[in-house]
Nanobody, 126 residues
């Protein structure tokens, strides 16, 4: 069982930055694929970015050039640095973990992730 706890959300003006953190329990964190998803008001949960155990990353088009994912395996933490935030980035952001699989390319489908955090609210004002 893996527990995920997100933090770092808040209210920021358009153009500002936030850094989200996701702390994970468990001794095999380094082998898990980790992803960030978000769900805006009245919208479905959507993929933002993921990083696999080997360091390979995959970004949604909306995140490219503005968001950066990283992981610290020594501290069981994954980060999401968000710059140049826009009002349309307003959403609850969720951290997710996928148990080790043979796929090389990070998954974008929420259904393929095994564990989820409770989410952290990000609000970007115009």
């Amino acid at each position: 069982q893996v527990q995920l706890v997100e933090s770092g959300g808040g209210l920021v003006q358009a153009g500002g930055s936030l850094r989200l953190s996701c702390a994970a329990s468990g001794r095999t964190f380094s082998s898990y694929g980790m992803g960030w998803f978000r769900q805006g008001p009245g919208k479905e949960r959507e993929f933002v970015v993921a990083i696999w155990s080997g360091g390979r990353t995959r970004y949604a088009d909306s995140a490219k050039g503005r968001f950066t994912i990283s992981r610290d395996n020594a501290n069981n933490t994954v980060y999401l640095q968000m710059n140049s935030l826009k009002p349309e980035d307003t959403a609850v952001y969720y951290c997710a973990a996928r148990i080790p699989v043979a796929t090389v390319i990070p998954s974008t489908l929420p259904s393929l992730y095994n564990y989820w955090g409770q989410g952290t609210q990000v609000t970007v004002s115009s």
